[in-house]
Every structure is written in C-alpha cells, then in structure tokens.
C-alpha cells in the first residue's frame, strides 16, 4: 500500500461517499492506494480552526504507522494546530480499539451523533501535539527494538 498526497479533492470525496456525509473545509486528505491503484482508505482533515482539527477516516485495514505519522505531521507541524479531534460510532468497534493504540485518548460521549438511538452514540477522541510526539517516538523506538530482535 502507498499513499496518496496532494489529492485533497478526490481523496475527501471519495471518504464522504464511504461515510455518507460532507466534508466542511478540508485541509488535507491522505489516501490509501492498493498495488492495483485503487483508493481503498482515506483520512482528511477538515474543520480547521485555531487550536483544533477534526480527522475523518474511512476504509477498512488500511490505516498504518506511515499514515498516522502522515495525518500528524500535516495535522501539528502543517496545520500548527494544538489538538485533532475524531468521533467515532459506537458500532464501529474495531476503530474504537485501535485509537488508544494510535495514541488517541477518549474523551467522552457525543449522545445521538449518529442517529436516534443509543448504539449512534459517537465517541470522540482527541490527541494533543505534545501526545502526537511522545506516541511518533515511542513508535520509532519499538520498531527499532523488533528491527534489532529480527
């Protein structure tokens, strides 16, 4: 898999067709390309103010170390935000488990984001600059530590 840069258009809409939503000023999108060329993940990053970004991401078994650090670098040292933000649905189980691995910290509980009942409840999640380089370090010191077990 490869990445996808400089694409904002097609890489954010291709994620709102996924998500079935629209995207309000996007500031970056990263996609996700297969060895076939097909765009199989997509991460954007919209609503952009001051201090925060949101991050959206759609696709299933793409996301990878090289793509968090992608989303992190445009997100804090692109961007200069303080924080991203991301509100997951409570059925999306998968990615619920996987945040806190990529460095997120929940952060509570939006009622009703989704639709009317509970399980549309969505989490939201959020990770600070500082959170962003401890996490990018700690990373980079495991996969040295497996590189020199190999």
């Not at 201090?51 to 650090?69: N, R, V």
Request: hydrophobic residues 40%.
């Amino acid at each position: 898999m490869k990445l996808l840069f400089h694409h904002n258009e097609t890489v954010s809409d291709w994620a709102a067709r996924k998500l079935n939503c629209r995207f309000a000023f996007v500031y970056a999108a990263v996609g996700v390309i297969n060895d076939d060329g097909f765009l199989i993940g997509a991460g954007v990053l919209h609503n952009h103010s001051l201090a925060e970004i949101e991050f959206s991401y759609a696709g299933q078994g793409s996301m990878s170390l090289d793509f968090c650090k992608a989303i992190c670098r445009l997100a804090f040292w692109g961007a200069k935000v303080e924080r991203i933000t991301a509100v997951i649905p409570r059925r999306k189980k998968r990615l619920l488990r996987a945040m806190p691995r990529l460095g997120a910290k929940h952060e509570g509980i939006i009622r009703r984001r989704y639709g009317p009942f509970p399980q549309d409840d969505g989490i939201l999640f959020g990770m600070l600059k500082e959170e962003a380089k401890n996490y990018l370090k700690s990373v980079g010191e495991r996969n040295e530590q497996r590189t020199e077990a190999a």
